[in-house]
């Protein structure tokens, strides 16, 4: 195997084929309300990822019912992962995410659900409930790691540091959790050596599935007034690709990997205009790792969880 795909993680775990369907359940998140700053991560639309029937006016199970209508007509025997996705979806007292996650699993279909959060923003009486829960069915917590960078984290203006990633994760391992990170490759700052250095890190960690995106200037956000006043280098998908592969090569080898690329609607993306579709971005990756030989976890280093 030239790297753990999620598709081959899914079959695993499943004897359906199975579709994440994402919720905008109408949350927002710490460092924008004020509690802990403002404005957000300055790379942050999340209109750039929301697909359109998520929409935080309709409920959670209006939300599903919509997104199972779109891929029912290819795949009437389809089931359904539940995706808490826009912004943070821990960030309410118990009660309240417990009726949310709850509406979600008793849509049909609806064979689990997947916490998009931050790691600043789980304590131990959620987790308690969410362990209790998948018993039941599958949860899977992901995480925005972004970066391991404590810099880079001020300077996205993330409010947290790596050591609060650290716990996160490692609590809801603890539990049997199926646990997600989400990194960016190309921040502003970060060499691709750095990059690369960084699935040291990952990997040392008990983290299950990872995604994996590029850099990109979204319209409406502060780092687009940044990029703007000042550009900086982002990655051509040459040098990404190359990045990929060797980030890929330092991996642990059973962490599964979701995503290499985000695809942003041309009209919100600024930078960079790669005209690539992620399938085919994907494509190149695999074939690269052919052509070299090269595989996923080769020069990873041995840690507890291999």
């Known amino acids: 195997m030239i790297y753990y795909d999620y598709g081959t993680w899914l079959r695993r775990h499943f004897p359906f084929k199975v579709q994440k369907l994402s919720i905008d359940a109408g949350f927002t998140c710490p460092n924008r309300d004020g509690r802990i700053g403002v404005g957000g991560c300055i790379y942050c639309n999340n209109q750039s990822f929301n697909p359109t029937y998520c929409n935080p006016a309709r409920s959670v199970r209006e939300q599903l019912e919509e997104g199972k209508r779109f891929f029912s007509r290819k795949y009437p025997e389809m089931k359904y992962m539940a995706y808490f996705q826009a912004f943070t979806n821990t960030y309410s007292d118990l009660e309240t995410l417990r009726k949310l996650y709850e509406e979600a699993l008793d849509v049909e279909d609806v064979v689990g659900i997947i916490i998009g959060t931050r790691p600043d923003c789980i304590d131990t009486t959620l987790l308690d409930y969410l362990q209790d829960l998948n018993t039941h069915t599958m949860v899977t917590i992901e995480y925005g790691i972004e970066t391991t960078n404590d810099n ?5 203006n993330r409010g947290h540091n790596f050591d609060c990633t650290r716990r996160a994760v490692e609590m809801t391992a603890k539990r049997g959790i199926t646990v997600g990170g989400h990194i960016i490759l190309g921040l502003p700052g970060e060499t691709a050596e750095e990059s690369i250095s960084q699935a040291a890190t990952i990997s040392a960690l008990p983290i299950d599935i990872l995604k994996i995106h ?12 940044l990029y703007e006043a000042n550009p900086f280098h982002l990655y051509s998908p040459e040098e990404y690709i190359e990045v990929i592969v060797s980030y890929l090569e330092h991996l642990r080898d059973d962490i599964v990997v979701e995503r290499f690329a985000s695809q942003s609607p041309k009209g919100m993306l600024i930078a960079p205009q790669w005209g690539l579709k992620n399938y085919e971005l994907t494509n190149l990756i695999v074939n690269k790792m052919r052509r070299e030989d090269r595989r996923q976890g080769s020069l990873a280093i041995k840690s507890s969880f291999s």
């Not at 590029?214 to 007034?225: E, F």
């Open 152 to 156: 880079t984290l001020r300077l996205i």
């Open 214 to 225: 590029q850099m990109q200037i979204i319209r409406g956000t502060k780092l687009a007034k």
